[in-house]
T-cell receptor
Framework: DTEVTQTPKHLVMGMTNKKSLKCEQHMGHRAMYWYKQKAKKPPELMFVYSYEKLSINESVPSRFSPECPNSSLLNLHLHALQPEDSALYLC????????????FGQGTRLTVV | AQSVAQPEDQVNVAEGNPLTVKCTYSVSGNPYLFWYVQYPNRGLQFLLKYITGDNLVKGSYGFEAEFNKSQTSFHLKKPSALVSDSALYFCAVRVVSSGSARQLTFGSGTQLTVLP
């Protein structure tokens, strides 16, 4: 299994809603990432987990809350988002958070209304 | 700051012709360089990487890249372009962010269009 699976593929939420994005990998990778991508722009790093511990938080607003329940799962909890948070949210995993390539999921297209 | 740059927003090439997508890097120490491709409304697909060793790296779908230390470049190449190669291409580098992780930082992206 060489896939990173993200659910849901599409999500529309109101500014007062609470929702979660889910990411799963079964490649035994110990690093997992959340990226945010706007159209035609490069992905912007949000969070990095290494061995289930948060290693990097790129000054992301607290309305985004990551969670790594175990080495295969990564969640991103969303609350009180703004319309400008609408984007493609990408999850990725890598064997380590050091010098290897990362493998990306297909993303969740989030629209905040 | 450690980074990669893609000087061309758009590259157009005729089908069957060779293609080059340019990337330059600025890092201290040994660079760990990557190329990814993204099709519309999809995630990023890994193409190839340079960690150490041969300067010519071969990857997926017939792509290759040449690491040039003196020019600090890592250009992506393919001998004969296909219409299906049309996509958004990102160069990326691992940069030191903390004691336990190097984050993967992307260039601005190059839209490749292969004309039939």
């Amino acid at each position: 299994d060489t896939e990173v699976t993200q659910t849901p593929k599409h999500l529309v939420m109101g500014m007062t809603n609470k929702k979660s994005l889910k990411c799963e990998q079964h490649m035994g990778h110990r690093a997992m990432y959340w990226y945010k991508q706007k159209a035609k722009k490069p992905p912007e790093l949000m969070f990095v987990y290494s061995y289930e511990k948060l290693s990097i938080n790129e000054s992301v607003p607290s309305r985004f809350s990551p969670e790594c329940p175990n080495s295969s799962l990564l969640n991103l909890h969303l609350h009180a988002l703004q319309p400008e948070d609408s984007a493609l949210y990408l999850c990725a995993s890598a064997p380590t958070a050091w010098n290897t390539e990362a493998f990306f999921g297909q993303g969740t297209r989030l629209t905040v209304v | 700051a450690q980074s990669v740059a893609q000087p061309e927003d758009q590259v157009n090439v005729a089908e069957g012709n060779p293609l080059t997508v340019k990337c330059t890097y600025s890092v201290s120490g040994n660079p760990y360089l990557f190329w990814y491709v993204q099709y519309p409304n999809r995630g990023l697909q890994f193409l190839l990487k340079y960690i150490t060793g041969d300067n010519l790296v071969k990857g997926s779908y017939g792509f290759e890249a040449e690491f040039n230390k003196s020019q600090t470049s890592f250009h992506l190449k393919k001998p004969s372009a296909l219409v299906s190669d049309s996509a958004l291409y990102f160069c990326a580098v691992r940069v030191v962010s903390s004691g336990s992780a190097r984050q993967l930082t992307f260039g601005s992206g190059t839209q490749l269009t292969v004309l039939p």
